[in-house]
């Protein structure tokens, strides 16, 4: 069965970087667009940033220049780089994908917490 799992949140300075991991299992890593997704306390759950099966990657704006999503296809793994955090970026992180089972499925990990603050 498909699993996703993360790893690498935690507490951090205003300013300083944390690489998240999301191994994934169960399906064709490399044929399935990957995504990371975070939820902040008492807000909706937000696109953070994609990577397609092609290597193209998108972000939101509040990210951009300072987030890189990318993939490690010998591990089956894609990385979220954050640099130049800022506690607007304080919230759960999810690893998320689609996989085609006979029908599209969202998949999504059980998230990690990432905390900026001082």
């Known amino acids: 069965q498909v699993q996703l799992v993360e790893s690498g949140g935690g507490l951090v300075q205003p300013g300083g970087s944390l690489r998240l991991s999301c191994a994934a299992s169960g399906f064709t890593f490399s044929g399935y667009a990957m995504s990371w997704y975070r939820q902040a306390p008492g807000k909706q759950r937000e696109l953070v940033a994609t990577i397609g099966t092609g290597g193209r990657t998108n972000s939101a704006d509040s990210v951009k220049n300072r987030f890189a999503i990318t993939t490690e296809y010998s591990r089956n793994t894609v990385h979220l780089e954050m640099n130049t955090l800022k506690p607007e970026d304080t919230a759960v992180y999810y690893c998320?994908?689609?996989?085609?089972?006979?029908?599209?499925?969202?998949?999504w990990g059980q998230g990690t917490q990432v905390t900026v603050s001082s």
């Open positions: 998320q994908t689609r996989v085609w089972n006979g029908k599209w499925t969202d998949y």
